[in-house]
């Protein structure tokens, strides 16, 4: 997908610009409430209209303030998946999930009812009322329902911010293998960092109506670190569970990781780990009570003058450490030296099981 | 319940007030085709008698009913003769005191010049899409405009040309307002200054209907009040006759 | 016979006076209310407050108005005449027009109500997936408002059932064409019928009873399911 985003609109009291060029099947709107993201979402959808700009996707002209051109939202073949509350309470899941289908010109229709049934694993559903069904339940018809008018774009308004953290990181698999299947792209838009990393490559940054940058969402995890009180979350996705003495051993990228016994009865799941939890020894020390105990080394450093981001290489993973400049300095840590990082075994939180 | 008490304790006061000379008030229900003559009446008689009177100006059926059900009149000027009479059977008036205060003209009227001619024989042309007349069944002047169809044998010719008014006001703006090109109103309501003053009319001759008798009564609850005998007595005097005739009435 | 024909004759004439008014301001008010409930447009305020003229107004005055304004010397008049419909007071099709009016602010009014409770949210999805504006307003709107639909279309009959003052100024009396059950009752009381007056006005008190019985047990119901 190519998109061309070059709008500014202006309300009392705020005013939001921007203008980029993205390519990518996989982006992400990042900012905090009031940065003007579900302003720049709505006129891309065309619920509004920007005072002047242009919004081209694929080569298609959406609007144009200079052209006169704004196409309707119901012609411009971008479906959205809404925060919730968004299906129809009068139909059934099988209506809700064919009113777009139906609505599609039939040389466009491209995924088949089933086909989606069955990847969202709703057949159970079809002929319930939406009234009884959970918000995570009602997330995935919302979106299989967007999928299947098999639109150009598929735009996320916050999609999980209304769902508790189990149901989002289930939820999440869902929302990328539809677009993996289906070969939909998509623009992900989310306040989470780490929903950010999980469903998207590239990532624009807002803040108070202004783009305020353009990454990877590592990177911007990375550079978020220091204004996050939970620091950067390192996300490990662990399997081929043993039990060893009343704890769970996993491994992962070639290293071996100690969890709590909490989650004994899963195979294997996404996992959280703070980078403030990670503590860094310059020798091996000799008797430690944190139960995960890693030889690692310096990949690279990154952060602000308070904050230090030492990303480590163990095995063939990726794991984030967070320290103070004075402990960097005692540590003689710099890129290439090897370190041992430790952490408790009752560190990780889980985020979400896998099936299996 | 309130307005017995309140007539109760009028009632009273009047008796333990009762010197003559004391200024009285009474309470009169007046039909709504009297309005501006018994307006006129009102002040030269609270003028010369120094009694209040408050007037209440309505339809006649609705008076009885609410007379029926306690309303605080004490005199009733009926626009027929019927409701006084029937108010007497019910025992509600005082005995003897029934009588005509004002005899209706009746008019064919049109609100458009030289359309209605000096002698109505605009009736029998029918050239005319609507002609209005109070609900005979209700009003006086319907009654009587029926009357005088019949004796010209049209009743049933004009029957799908009438519309009708509940009262003689209504009729009257039916016409006024040209939704009817011409219709039976009273001669009151077209004659100012003794005049026509506007459109065309037939003043209908008495002789060709019973009389549009307006009766007056006093009611049982203004048996001991002053004003309402007074002005009883007043309505006939040569004074009130006078301002009643300039209103298009005879007596 | 408990009525007389005359009676049931005005009892019919209401019932379809009632039905015609109900079905015109459907598709009269319908379109307004959606309006009034969607616009931003600064006259919202003045034509909302037109709508609602009606419940200020006395209807004797309101009637007046009509009575002129359809008159052949009034605005109205005017355009039916110029478009051969000659003059409406004192017909059926007057009654209707004055009654449509009268009664417009009871069908707009809790439609307006039900489309803004509908929200912009399954208008903006709605389009998302592709519906055009009346594809989603026949398609969402409608279904989700139904019971707005409901309760406007028996406020307006039962309005139009229980109006009197208006068809007293531009009916006429005429049997069969302007002669409503309201009227009737008003003849009878005005004539000392007491009797007739009395079963009539039972037969209405029944009838409207059982209208607003049916209103609100068939809301109280789709309240316990919604």
Redesign the interface.
Known sequence: MNLVLNVQKSFPGFRLAADVSLTGDKIGIFGASGSGKSTLVSMLAGFQKPDAGEIILDGETLFSGSGKINVPPEKRRIAMVFQQHSLFPHLTVRNNLLYGYHRCRAEYRAIHLDMLVAVLQLEELLERDIRTLSGGQQQRIALGRAILGNPRLLLMDEPLSALDDTLRFQIIPYLKSVSDQFGIPYLFISHSLVEMRLMTDTVLAFAHGEMVGKSSSEQLARTRMGESAVGYINLLELDGMTERNGMCAYTWQGVELLLSGSNQNTVGGLFELSSKDIILFKRHPEAISARNLLECTVASLFGSSSKIGVELRCGTGRLVAEIVPEAARELGIKQGAIVYAAFKASAFRRLAITAG | MKHVIKNILATLATLLLAAPAVAAEVNVAVAANFTAPMKQIAAAFEKESGHKVVLSYG?S??F??QIKNGAPFQLFLSADDE?PA?LEKDALTVPGSRFTYAIGSLVLWSAKAGFVDPKGDVLGKGNF??I?LA?P??APYGSAAIEVLTKRGIVTTLTPK?????NIS?TF??VS????ELGFVALSQVMKDGKISNGSAWIVPDVLHTPIRQDAVLLATGKDNAAARALLTYLKSETAKKIIRSYGYNI | MFLEQSDLQAIWLTLRLASMVTGILLLLGTPIAWWLARSRSWFKGPIGAVVALPLVLPPSVLGFYMLLAMGPNGPVGWLTKAVGLGNLPFTFWGLVLGSVFYSFPFMVQPLQNAFEAVGDRPLEVAATLGASRLDAFFSIVLPLSRRGFFTASILTFAHTVGEFGVVLMIGGNIPGATRVASVQIYDHVEALEYASAHRMAAVMLVFSFLVLLALYAWRSDTQKRG
Do not use: P
């Open positions: 339809a059926g609705k009885y009913a409701k029937q899409g609507k209005a609900n069944k209700l009438m519309v009708q008014g509940e209504q703006q039916f307002s040209g939704n009817a």
